[in-house]
Every structure is written in C-alpha cells, then in structure tokens.
C-alpha cells in the first residue's frame, strides 16, 4: 500500500498480513505512519495498492461497507459520545445490524460479560468514565458490529500500567471468539507480549517482520523499542 498526504508519501509499499484469528502488531516511531495505515485500511484516507479482506479486493468500497463487511476500527481518541449513557454508546455500535434486534442484545450480553465494569456503569455518561473503562467502551462498541478484523490504534495511550495489562490481556483473550486483530502500539513490549506476529514501520516503509517472540529477541528492535541492550 501507498498513502499520499498531498505530495508526502507517508506510508511506502507497505505489504502486511494479518490470519484468521490472528493478533498482528505494527510498531514503531511516532510518525512512522503506523496511523496513517490503519485509516486507509478501514477507508478514511485514499491509497495505492491492494486491500484483501477473506479473499475479496476491497479498496474501492467506502468506510461503510468495509465495516459491513467485518472491519472495525478502534482509534486513538476512541471518540466516544460522551454526552451518551454507555449502553447507547455500545448500541450505536450495532448501528449496522440494527435489523437484527435479537442478536443485537445478545452481542450486548456478551459485552457485558466480558467488560463487568460496563455493565456497572451502563446507565453513566460515558463522559464521567475512567481513562481504562473508555478504553473498554471503545472495544465494547467495535465488537457489538460483529468484527471479523479489529483495528486497534492505541490501546494503551494514556492508561496506568495496571490497566494497561488488563487491556492487553482483554485483547489476547478475543482470539477466544475468533476476532482477527491489527494493533498498533507504543508500548511496543506489551504489543509483541501480546501478538503472534510483529511489523516495524519505520519513515513509513516496513523494516523488520517476523514472529513476534523473535521479534523481541531481535537486537535492532530490543536497542530501539524496548530499551537496553539485553
């Protein structure tokens, strides 16, 4: 893939696979384009190349149908409608599959299942939520759409190690229900903790690939992502 920001080229040939139930991470510097290629994936920014999801070329559809298709997108903000209780915020969720009023509440069953703290709080704003219980919400409003491919931007921005683990761990544990995962992460010793295959990007272009377990033994990425030289 190629995504241009006018005459910038900030992502460059760029080839990545994600499997069936599989969590891949993309790690690297800030401005490396690791955002940058997540929204062309989901379709917010025009690109270059082609986009295979379950064996079907999809880089001309729009945002919309790429979501009805099975992608959904966690960003970095997370943009939640904070003036919004947490039980309409996971409804708009299921926006999409509105029609499907009986599987729609059974989808908020197993959100609330997963995410008890929701579940507590579903009658809040979701404005009044802790910086981890957002993180939640967030998560919680992608898999009410049915996702067969989660886009996560960020997970941990802004989260206290402890809660930073609980969501990694929320993450790991949705290969459960089959969810495939693209993560993008600063915390790039959580990420590859977390997955079971690494991507470097770096100036936009992909640097290093492999398992994630020897991505982490890999000297460039221990000297460069997670500090000391061991």
Do not use: C, W
């Given at each position: 893939?190629?995504?241009?920001?006018?005459?910038?080229?900030?992502?460059?040939?760029?080839?990545?696979?994600?499997?069936?139930?599989?969590?891949?991470?993309?790690?690297?510097?800030?401005g490396?384009g690791?955002?940058?290629?997540?929204?062309?994936?989901?379709?917010?920014?025009r690109?270059?190349?082609?986009?295979?999801?379950?064996?079907?070329?999809i880089?001309?559809l729009?945002?919309?149908d790429?979501?009805?298709?099975g992608?959904?997108?966690?960003?970095?903000?997370?943009?939640?409608?904070?003036?919004?209780?947490?039980?309409?915020?996971?409804?708009?969720?299921?926006?999409?599959?509105?029609?499907?009023?009986?599987?729609?509440?059974?989808?908020?069953a197993?959100?609330?299942?997963?995410?008890?703290?929701?579940?507590?709080?579903?009658?809040?704003?979701?404005?009044?939520?802790s910086?981890?219980?957002?993180?939640?919400?967030?998560?919680?409003?992608?898999?009410?759409?049915?996702?067969?491919?989660?886009?996560?931007?960020?997970?941990?921005?802004?989260l206290?190690?402890?809660?930073?683990?609980?969501i990694?761990?929320?993450?790991?544990?949705?290969?459960?229900?089959?969810?495939?995962?693209?993560?993008?992460?600063?915390?790039?010793?959580?990420?590859?903790?977390?997955?079971?295959?690494?991507?470097?990007?770096?100036?936009?272009?992909?640097?290093?690939s492999?398992?994630?377990?020897?991505?982490?033994?890999?000297?460039?990425?221990?000297?460069?992502?997670?500090?000391?030289?061991?």
């Amino acid at each position: 893939m190629h995504v241009s920001y006018g005459k910038v080229e900030a992502v460059r040939g760029a080839a990545l696979a994600v499997d069936r139930g599989q969590i891949v991470t993309m790690i690297g510097p800030n401005g490396a384009g690791k955002t940058t290629l997540l929204a062309a994936i989901i379709g917010l920014l025009r690109s270059r190349g082609r986009i295979s999801f379950d064996g079907r070329d999809i880089a001309g559809l729009d945002v919309e149908d790429r979501v009805q298709a099975g992608m959904s997108l966690v960003p970095e903000r997370r943009e939640l409608f904070g003036d919004m209780s947490v039980a309409d915020n996971l409804e708009l969720g299921a926006y999409l599959h509105r029609g499907d009023g009986n599987g729609t509440r059974a989808r908020l069953a197993a959100v609330y299942g997963r995410f008890p703290r929701l579940a507590e709080r579903r009658r809040q704003l979701a404005s009044t939520l802790s910086g981890g219980e957002r993180q939640m919400l967030a998560l919680g409003r992608a898999l009410m759409g049915r996702p067969r491919l989660l886009l996560l931007d960020e997970p941990s921005l802004g989260l206290a190690p402890l809660i930073v683990r609980e969501i990694f761990h929320i993450v790991a544990s949705l290969r459960e229900i089959g969810v495939s995962i693209l993560l993008v992460e600063q915390n790039a010793r959580a990420a590859l903790e977390t997955a079971d295959y690494g991507y470097v990007l770096e100036n936009g272009e992909i640097s290093l690939s492999g398992p994630a377990a020897k991505l982490m033994h890999d000297p460039r990425v221990i000297a460069s992502y997670l500090g000391g030289n061991k």
